[in-house]
């Protein structure tokens, strides 16, 4: 083989190589939001591409038709595909042709709107709200366990928290869902992934687009790959969309009156392209490179070294006074009905998690049994809480306590969940031998 032809063929390979991992980038940002009361609207499913499957989505039909929030994000990761429910701690894993949770526990409520990603080849959770504050709360989800775990971040914000979220190189960007768009004060606040430390951010657009002291508010998001596409109701100036280039900071304006996927009963984002169905049941693939260019510049995002507190505070000081009477007078009006609040990760019926040891003791004369969910209430002596919800949650905790403790002393956990094989919506709690 004469050197021109090796010459020639080793170009060949590096191109197929190039071209092969540059398409292995591009997959890599893939989520499809789905909702389930509106599956019966979606015309085709041929809409679905790379790794999602109309079996997973009529799966999920089929097993939380009857559940209160039906909103799904379904993501790729280098294993497999994940479900994750809006204002639940699920992790679904599609296995073999069935979902599977891998979340051990019954908590749900805190992260409602907010973002699901994975980073590393692990799995997040950041923000957004729950039945009592809105947060930043960034958890990641421990495998090993089968529990998701808070991880501490320098210059937490408090009371704070939007649905408006996107990943930015190497932050992550939380936009004010209502604010002001003066000069003097932020847009949002965003996290270094490296320090895990935050700070706040301003967009400062040119003179045209100023709200010109009044306030904006940020109505819907979507996040892709390099870009980040929001707009606003008020404020800002246009009907239309803005979209955040992640790689230059650059923000362009784009009229898009007949974008409508907001209206739509799924969204499937493959890196920059967005495919959706219009309110007249067609489907349309949008590119964000080609919007972007097509819009007009307005502005610049500006990130801010240090985190200014007297900035945040004047934001939400009035919000946390408020937040803090509401929370007093609930406090006041309920407290003859409940002896217990159960508030995740705050407070979690300390009295009864301080006699553990008395509980294990006693889980020890039932060693090798299986024990329905009223008997493991007894005996961990949360039998009379009436209220299902402070309910389930005291009981995980305390589960996740004991198991935690025995895991330590004897090598094991003590506590195991079990669906019955006659009936897989039934649960038992298996007694591990001692």
Not at 405 to 413: E, N, P
Request: glycine fraction near 4%.
């Amino acid at each position: 083989m004469t050197c021109k032809r090796q010459f020639i063929i080793c170009i060949i390979l590096i191109n197929f190589l190039l071209l092969n991992y540059n398409l292995l980038q591009a997959s890599d940002f893939r989520y499809l939001k789905i909702y389930l009361n509106r599956i019966k609207d979606i015309k085709s499913f041929e809409f679905l591409e790379a790794d999602f499957t109309e079996a997973q989505l009529l799966s999920l039909t089929t097993n939380f038709e009857t559940i209160p929030s039906q909103t799904f994000i379904l993501r790729r990761t280098d294993k497999h595909i994940a479900a994750f429910r809006d204002c639940s701690f699920d992790k679904w894993i599609w296995d073999e042709g069935i979902w599977r949770n891998i979340y051990l526990f019954d908590e749900f409520g805190m992260n409602c709107s907010g973002l699901f990603f994975f980073k590393d080849q692990k799995c997040y959770s950041i923000g957004s709200y729950g039945f009592w504050r809105k947060h930043v709360d960034l958890l990641f989800f421990d495998e090993n366990f089968g529990l998701w775990e808070k991880l501490d971040a320098d210059n937490q914000p408090q009371d704070f928290g939007s649905k408006h979220i996107t990943l930015y190189k190497d932050k992550i960007l939380v936009f004010l869902e209502k604010g002001n768009n003066d000069d003097d004060l932020f847009s949002g606040m965003y996290m270094n992934w490296e320090n895990k430390s935050w700070s706040f951010f301003n967009l400062d657009l040119n003179a045209d687009f100023k709200s010109n002291g009044y306030d904006f508010e940020i109505t819907a998001s979507l996040d892709f790959k390099d870009y980040f596409l929001f707009n606003s109701n008020g404020g800002f100036k246009g009907n239309g969309w803005y979209i955040l280039n992640k790689t230059s900071n650059e923000i362009r304006y784009y009229e898009a009156s007949n974008i409508h996927f907001t209206a739509s009963p799924f969204i499937q984002v493959i890196s920059n392209e967005m495919i959706y169905q219009s309110p007249n049941l067609q489907t349309h693939k949008i590119n964000m490179e080609e919007i972007f260019k097509k819009g007009s510049f307005v502005g610049l995002l500006q990130f801010k070294d240090s985190l200014n507190q007297n900035k945040i505070r004047d934001v939400i000081s009035i919000k946390t006074i408020a937040l803090m009477t509401l929370f007093f007078v609930v406090f006041i009006l309920v407290r003859s009905y409940f002896k217990q609040r159960i508030i995740w990760g705050r407070k979690i019926n300390r009295h009864i998690i301080d006699e553990t040891d008395e509980i294990i003791k006693k889980l020890f004369q039932r060693s090798g049994q299986l024990l329905e969910k009223e008997e493991l209430d007894f005996y961990l002596g949360i039998q009379n809480i009436k209220n299902q919800d402070v309910l389930r949650v005291t009981r995980a905790k305390l589960i996740n306590e004991i198991n935690n403790k025995t895991l330590i002393t004897s090598g094991f956990k003590l506590i195991n969940r079990m669906r019955s094989e006659d009936d897989k919506r039934f649960i038992y709690y298996h007694i591990i031998e001692k």
